[in-house]
């Protein structure tokens, strides 16, 4: 089955009402400039919203080593210091 043929876009000039193709500007007939058609706005794709910032990913710990035991030595200031704290963990843990 042929589709059917259909006519062209048309519109009618607001100053002589004579039809003429939906995208010309200029009335053909009597000169006439034919107002623009305003589009409506389109609303925000989705991927320009505003989102919140991701929070901060945890670093990853590694289960254990010597860079690990490294860090933890500096931070506590000393190696006296990580063997006093270590000790103390341990009478903590035979609680």
Known sequence: MAKKKRG?????CVK?????????AVCPKCGKEQPKAEKPEKAQPAATKRRRPAAPRP??????GLPQAVTFVRQVGGLQQAKELLNQIEEIKKL
């Open 8 to 12: 062209m876009p048309t519109k009618t």
């Open 59 to 64: 670093q990853p710990v590694a289960p254990g």
């Open 16 to 24: 002589c009402g004579a039809t003429m193709h939906a995208r010309k």
